[in-house]
């Protein structure tokens, strides 16, 4: 989190027009039999989450326990799909596995607090196709039980033409 915080104010501050504005959510994912769930799916298959909303658009997590292609079997993947994509979507995310000793969230999986473009003809996913290897997730403090939590959290640019200042809403 200290790094997206810091991300974020060099973004407000190196910006010269109005700050822009970041409408923010998350998800959290629960995989109650990982093993299961490993077994009957092979690499570059994934579950998804529920969908979700943040921003006024719908997402999904994806999680890929034999990787998302072969170059990242050794890994699990963690993927945000931007459902029904009909705009082009900024935004920020982050990913964090519950870590059940401390019921705290992950500080060893990879952080980017890059702003990533979701659209129709470009990418309608983004994440970490790396995001932890498989034989450390499973010796870790993130699968207890076989359950595995994900929590995803997300800035979705907002639209700065859409956006309205108070004072020009009282004068319209
Ligand atoms: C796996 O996906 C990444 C990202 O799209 C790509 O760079 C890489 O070449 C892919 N590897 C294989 C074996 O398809």
């Not at 292609?69 to 964090?96: D, G």
């Not at 952080?111 to 983004?126: K, M, R």
């Not at 993130?142 to 309205?164: A, C, H, P």
Request: hydrophobic letters at 40%; charged letters at 15%.
């Amino acid at each position: 989190m200290l790094l997206l915080t810091a991300f974020f104010f060099s973004f407000l501050i190196t910006t010269s027009q109005a700050a822009d504005v970041f409408l923010t959510g998350s998800k959290t994912f629960e995989i109650t039999d990982y093993s299961v769930v490993k077994k009957g799916v092979s690499t570059g298959n994934c579950i998804q989450s529920d969908p979700f909303t943040v921003g006024g658009y719908q997402w999904a997590i994806e999680f890929y326990p034999l990787g998302y292609n072969q170059s990242n079997s050794e890994f699990v993947s963690v993927v945000v799909r931007l459902l029904t994509p009909k705009n082009v979507v900024k935004a920020m995310l982050t990913h964090h596995f519950q870590d059940w000793n401390t019921n705290g969230w992950s500080t060893d999986t990879p952080i980017d607090s890059s702003l990533l473009t979701f659209s129709a003809n470009g990418y309608t996913g983004w994440g970490h196709f790396d995001f932890m290897r498989r034989s450390s997730l499973e010796v870790s403090n993130y699968l207890r039980n076989d359950k595995l939590v994900i929590k995803t959290n997300i800035w979705v640019l907002k639209d700065s033409s859409s956006f309205l200042m108070p004072s020009q809403l009282g004068a319209a």
